[in-house]
């Protein structure tokens, strides 16, 4: 029975520790992403599009997956992975509507880890 | 053989083997779970501490942005970079949209780690000279504190400087670098414009009349001060002014002073 025991507590501690590396590296570190939105760039070819140029500021490496203009879910080219420190440039085509000159337009940018960055800006 | 005064309920407790396994159970499930909450409060717990100190590092490495005005009062081609806060910081890119909406950038950090840092409290130049470069990134160098991008102003171009810490800011009005003289230490020491006018309030008020004191002025009818039609008349404005002096000492206007521009 105590070795029925010792098993158990020893699949339990095994599965904690995975849990506790899958918390650091995953959701948890949330709390390390930053995101400074440098320059946004909106292009009026057909269809219209803006280039968001992301600067990670936070601690640690993050995927941009989802970016919102306005509430509404946008079309980016891809799941862009930003290292810690790194500027990168990120495509964005609003989905069902284009940009108008004059207005406002809200950008929620979203990352793997669920964080989310926003900002107002004019064209 | 020694005859031991235990009792004997005791003697059945200790030699008793039944419960045996339950009791480990429980006590590894404690701590276990003990271990579980603590690495992953204690983890939680620093990586907040982490965050918090690069959000204060941010708040206390604050930049400011001036174009330099020469000794004619007219505005140059260097930027001075001021960094207000406590810590010291580094630049990591200069923004230019130019008057055709295309967006450029200098790089202001290289790969290696030789940043362009100011101090805290510091002020360093950037000097825009050269041809418009018609891709990304604008050549950029820089030794000491002053740094050079290869770019040619123009009228119209709006500025925007990135710290490696996210701060941005953008040109907020004129600067002029003076000599504070031999009774300060010698050196040169930079000051921001003492009056500073809002010019989001300009407004401009029609005047009828001849001369003072016939003049009437309808304070109540604000109009445009950027489009004022009536030419060849007097007029009267209004804008705020802020007194802008570092060492906070009092201005007096009056009835003497002269605006000129």
Redesign the interface.
Known sequence: MIMVVMVGMSILFGALIVYSDNFHSGIGSSVLESITVEDVYFRSSTPNYVELTLFNTGKVDLKVTDVYINGQMATITAPLTIAQGAHELLRVTPSGSTFTIGSHYNFKIVTARGTGFEGTYIW | MVKTNTPKFIKHFIMNRKG???V??SV??II?LI??FS??YL??DN??K??NT?LSD?LNSQIELHWLIDDAGKETSTLIVTNTGGISTSL??L?IVTTSGV?R?ANLESANGNSFNIAAGNTVTIVLSGTTSPTNPIPASWTGSEATVSFNKEDGETF?I?T???N?ASPKGLIKIVNSGGGGGGGTAPVGSVIVADFQTFSYYPVTGQQNPNYSIDLNNPLNGYSIQSTGKDVSFSVVLTNNDPNKRTINLNAYSQCSS
Request: proline share 0%; aromatic share 16%; glycine share 6%.
């Open positions: 045996t396994a339950e480990i159970g590894l499930f276990i271990f579980a690495n992953i983890w939680h990586a907040t982490t965050m690069l941010k990591s890119r923004w967006h950038y925007t990135l490696t810490l996210g941005m």
